[in-house]
Each structure stands twice: as C-alpha cells, then as structure tokens.
C-alpha cells in the first residue's frame, strides 16, 4: 500500500464522513422545530420512546447525535432522565439504518436492475440530481432534498473511494499478519472502540470495516468484537458533550454507555461460552458487508430486548455513578442549552418556548404592578422587581442565543421566526420595564398618602381593563404566529391612545375645579404615560407578526396604509373596542 492509497483512503474518509453529516443536517433541517413537538408527544412510554430514538436517528445518521440532543434536553429541563433511557436504546437501533445503506456497496451481479442499485451507478446520479435541485430550485425544501442526494451520494462515493484504497491490503503480508491481532477478541473490542471514539461516528466506523470486508479480508471471528467496540466507542460523543451539564444530563450520557458496556459484556460472554462448546466453523470465514450489516444490526436489537424491561435499573446505576452532593438543591435547568444548536430547528422551538416564558412573565408582572396600584403591598412590589429582573435575564440570554442561531443552516420558515423573536424579545423587556414604572408611582402614591377622585379611577379601570385586554390578544397572537389575532391589536392599540388623551383631558379639567389634588397632576400623567407605552409595545409585536408572515412594507409604512387606506375590519374592530372601553360621561 502506497502513500497515494493512504491519501485515497482519507480522502474517502472525509467524504464519507461530510457526505453523512451534510445529508443528516438537510434532512433534520427539513424536519425542523417539528423533532422537539415529536420528541413531547412520543415519550410517554418506552415503547414510543424506543420507536422515538430509531426514528429520530435514521433521520440525523447518528445515535452520537440524538444521544447529545438528549443531553441537551434533560439539562434544558424538556425531558426528564427516565424518558430519555428508552429513546437511548432506540437510537442504538436507529443507528444501523447507516449500515444497511452501505450494504448497497457490495451488491454484485450484471442485470441492468441490480448494476442500478449499485452505488457506482446511483450515486452519481443522485449528485448530479441534488447538485442541479441546489442551484435551480427557489423553494427551501427542494433546496433541502437536493442536499440530502448531494449527502448521500458523497457518503456512498467515499464509501466506494475507500473499498478501492484498501484494496491493495489484500496482498500485504504484513497488513495479514496484524488482522491476525484482532483474533484476541479483546483486542478487537479495543480497537473498535478506539477507531469509533477517534472518527465521532460508529457508522463512520462501520463504513471502514465493511469496505475492508469488501475486499475479503475480514473474517466473522474478527469482525464480532470490533463491532461490539465500535458501539462502546460511539458514546465518547455524548460523554465529551455532557461536560458541564447539570447532573441528570450527564446521566443521560452515562445510560448510554452503560447499555453499550452492558450489551456488549452480555454478547461477548453469551457469543464466546457458545463457540467455546460448539466450535463455530463460520468464524473463520469471511465476513461480507452484508454479514456485518447482520451483526451489527441483532447485537443493538438483542440488547435492547434484553435491557429495556430493565431500563428502571440503567436509570438507578447512572444516580448511583453521578451522585447528588449531600444536601445539595435540585440544580435549575439551563433553558438554552448550546447542545441544542446543532439541531436549529429543535433549538429555534425551545427559543420560542422561552421568549412566550417571557411574555407570559410580562403580562403578570403588568398585571401586578396595576393591582399596586389599587392597594400597596411591599411583597408584590418586590414580586415585580424580581420579575422584571428575570425578563432582562431572558432577553439578554435569548438574543445572544438566536444571534448564534441565526448563523446555522435554518429553512425560510425558520429564518423568518428568528427575526420575529429577535423583535419581540425587545418588546416583551420594555413592557416588564413600564411595570416598574407604574410600581414606583405606586409607591408615590403611598408615600404622599394621595388618593384619586371617584371619577379618575373609575377612568383607570376602563384603561386597566383595556391594556390587560390588549395584551392578552398580543401574546395569543404570538404564541400561535397568528396574523388574524395580531390584527386585531392595532384597533385596540387607537382606542388605548384615544383613552389616554381623553383622560388626561378630563385629569386637567379636574385639576382646574381642585377636584383633584395637584400633588396627583404629574403622577396621573405618568401613569397614563406607561399604559399607553405598555400597548405601543404590544403594536408593535402584533405588526412585526404581521408584516413577516406576510412579507409586508416596514412598521410605519405598514400602519400609515392601515389607517389611510378605510380599512373595514380595523374600523369595525375599533368601534367595537371604542364601545367596549368608552368613558363614562361624568366627569366627576
């Protein structure tokens, strides 16, 4: 074997490896935010688990990567550890799909049917297919099928490149004499884990061992134990990755190594003890990619079959292996995980969840600060310091978070959500602000023992009732994506702004009668002032909602059409909102 066969061989390494990692990003892109809504609805036992983990693993072409998803989930507080356990066992599953495709390698014969399915025939075809889709297409999703032929068909070239660079090994006399190494069958388990651990993928692995195969010079005796390695190996991936987790997402990582560890001492004590009484011919026999497809593929079921009644007992050891320190508090989970990015669209759906924590949070801390209002009370004062201290938290935290976000591979859909968030993050913060706000002029209004004319605060229900109104439309709107509820806020928004210029009117004109204590003029008017804020935000997400989803003119643009342009729907609904909300017509 030459330098040039070396180079060829790592040559076709790295297409395999790129082609398989290139292929699993198109097609988890094309999947998108959908994995995570997936992942909630098929957990609630571990037979859905189990059939989550294959799935989601023959989709991304990695158990190493669904296991790291997994991390990332239990350490963001989605998933808890017992749920996790099975859809481990089912990614071990999932992560033979890669062998069977590789299989296709070694398909002989001279029909024009089977020289189809031959990857020196299909795989060009499909490159010169995707290649076309990737520069023609417009639609994101074609673009996304393209990539995914363009993946698979570099994976199966590479495939093909390394089958051809090993094959002057065949005749190596020294090549002959280390294979006969791997007839220790510890040695074999060694070296698989080793091979796997290094390259980050047990299928890469595989793939390495069934182009060796393909050229004879692999036999069944020796291929068993590398391939119970190789999934030994593949949990180097999820362990490196659980560095810094809290504690139940490092369990997440050692369940997956324990089954591994598990299936494996089982498979070779069950293996070895039967050839030690039968004398297998067939392990000195070649074993053919097919063969290896074979293995590799009864080894993760039969574990599966025995360890999943027992997965209680995988949950318990990985407590028992990383423990609580005495008397220590429940660790709080870490709601963007950085896991998570390697899957945008799973990552994108835990940044929506976290920006509706967000407003969700906003809303009540309005909610609160106006109930200061009506009667002080320092803990709820506190309450809404706290609040508005977090939402800071959560916008400094998401818009970083999205910025990375942004720089992934993400469809036109998703780019589209990113941008919407990046908006409302902003405006969700500013309105926890103004509930600041209206707390300290509540704590005005304690301090200087001021008290309201009958007439002002039956005017500051109106408004209150108005603005809790207005932003419960608003987050509905945003957390459905809906432009037929976003469109409903801009009416309510007029009517709020009109609400605000009457009552300040009507604050003056009592002034004048000393109706109202002068000390109340510029705190009536604060107040006024950060409701009427608190609704300009919540126009401006609803519009932000609007002119994305609908591709429209910027803000202003957009508002100065809506309220020249006669719009029936907004004058309708703001006739009725202006019913809804009116003022009472005494003014004492």
């Excluded at 082609?19 to 988890?28: H, P, Q, R, T």
């Amino acid at each position: 074997m030459t330098i040039y066969n070396v180079i060829e061989l790592l040559g076709g390494l790295a297409m395999f490896l790129y082609g398989m990692s290139f292929m699993g990003e198109k097609l988890e892109k094309l999947v998108g935010g959908r994995l995570e809504k997936i992942f909630e609805k098929l957990t609630s036992n571990r037979f859905k688990g189990l059939a989550l983990g294959i799935i989601v693993t023959a989709i991304v072409q990695s158990s190493s990567s669904t296991t790291v998803m997994l991390v990332g989930f239990v350490n963001s507080g989605i998933m808890r550890l017992s749920q996790a356990v099975s859809i481990i066992m089912g990614a071990n599953i999932g992560t033979t799909v890669t062998a069977w495709i590789l299989n296709l390698s070694g398909i002989e014969g001279d029909s024009f049917l089977l020289n189809l399915c031959k990857p020196t025939t299909f795989a060009p075809i499909f490159a010169i297919v995707g290649v076309v889709m990737r520069m023609v297409a417009k639609n994101g999703k074609k673009k996304d099928v393209g990539g995914i032929l363009v993946g698979f068909a570099l994976l199966m070239i590479g495939m093909n490149t390394m089958s051809t660079a090993v094959e002057p090994l065949s005749e190596s006399e020294r090549f002959q004499e280390i294979m006969t190494m791997f007839n220790n069958p510890i040695i074999g388990v060694l070296v698989g884990a080793l091979v796997t651990a290094v390259v980050q993928s047990s299928a890469a692995s595989i793939g390495m061992l069934q182009a060796l195969s393909n050229k004879g010079m692999i036999t069944f005796g020796m291929a068993f134990p590398i391939i119970l390695g190789q999934n030994i190996g593949t949990c180097v991936t999820a362990l490196l990755s659980s560095i810094g987790a809290n504690k139940n997402a490092k369990r997440v990582a050692v369940v997956h190594l324990y089954f591994n560890v598990v299936g494996t001492a089982i498979a070779f004590i069950v293996y070895y003890a039967a050839d030690a009484v039968f004398d297998f011919a067939f392990a000195d026999g070649e074993v053919t990619s097919f063969k290896i497809a074979v293995i590799h593929t009864l080894f993760n079921l039969g574990a599966t079959l025995v360890l999943l009644p027992f997965n209680n007992l995988l949950e318990k050891l990985a407590i028992l292996t990383v423990r609580d320190e005495p008397r220590q508090e429940d660790e709080a989970p870490v709601l963007l995980d950085e896991r998570l990015l390697g899957t945008p669209g799973v990552a994108l759906e835990q940044c929506r969840n976290v920006t509706s924590k967000m407003a969700i949070l906003a809303k009540d801390t309005i909610c609160r600060s106006i109930d200061l209002i009506k009667i002080y009370d320092e803990d709820m004062a506190a309450t809404v310091f706290t609040n508005e201290d977090i939402v800071d938290k959560y916008e400094d935290m998401t818009g970083t978070y999205l910025v990375r976000l942004s720089g992934r591979s993400l469809t036109m859909e998703d780019s589209r959500c990113v941008t919407r968030l990046l908006y409302a993050i902003g405006d969700f913060e500013c309105i926890s602000d103004h509930a600041v706000n209206i707390t300290e002029t509540a704590k005005e209004i304690r301090d200087k023992e001021v008290v309201f004319s009958s007439a002002a605060k039956k005017e500051l229900e109106v408004l209150f009732s108005a603005v809790e109104d207005i932003l419960d439309v608003t987050i509905k709107a945003f957390e459905s994506n809906s432009t037929e509820l976003a469109k409903q806020v801009e009416p309510l928004e007029e009517v709020v702004d009109h609400l605000r210029t009457e009552m300040k009117a009507r604050h003056i004109e009592r002034l004048r009668d000393k109706i109202c204590a002068i000390e109340l003029g510029f705190i009536f008017t604060d107040l006024l002032t950060d409701l009427e804020r608190v609704s300009d935000h919540c126009s401006n997400i609803a519009v932000n909602i609007i002119r994305i989803n609908e591709n429209c003119l910027d803000n202003h643009q957009y508002l100065d059409s809506l309220k020249s342009s006669n719009n029936e729907e907004f004058t309708r609904l703001y006739n009725e909102y202006s019913k809804k909300y009116a003022l009472l017509e005494a003014r004492k």
